[in-house]
Nanobody, 114 residues
Framework: QVQLVESGGGLVQAGGSLRLSCAAS????????VDWYRQAPGKERELVAT???????HHAESVKGRFTISRDNAKNTVYLQMNSLKPEDTAVYYC????????WGKGTLVTVSS
């Protein structure tokens, strides 16, 4: 059974940093692409960043240069380093992987105050 558990969210002032973690069980991140999504209040869920099987990364334009997705295969964990945070980054952040079906974590809340 695949389980994804996000952590690292919290309250931070604008300009600050947070590092989110997504730990997996039942699946190996090294052989799967992994995504971070976010959903702000009243908005649709949007893709923030992706790391492919080969380790290539892709970031949404809105976070490019500020956020970095990475993976630690030994820990079977994917990270999202978030720097220069803005109030508009406030959202619940979700880890996602597709292995014959979509798997989502329960999310971690990031709140950026102005």
């Amino acid at each position: 059974q695949v389980q994804l558990v996000e952590s690292g969210g919290g309250l931070v002032q604008a300009g600050g940093s947070l590092r989110l973690s997504c730990a997996a069980s039942g699946i190996f991140f090294a052989i799967n692409g992994v995504d971070w999504y976010r959903q702000a209040p009243g908005k649709e869920r949007e893709l923030v960043a992706t790391i492919t099987i080969g380790g290539s990364t892709h970031h949404a334009e809105s976070v490019k240069g500020r956020f970095t997705i990475s993976r630690d295969n030994a820990k079977n964990t994917v990270y999202l380093q978030m720097n220069s945070l803005k109030p508009e980054d406030t959202a619940v952040y979700y880890c996602h992987v597709w292995v014959r079906m979509n798997y989502w974590g329960k999310g971690t809340l990031v709140t950026v105050s102005s």
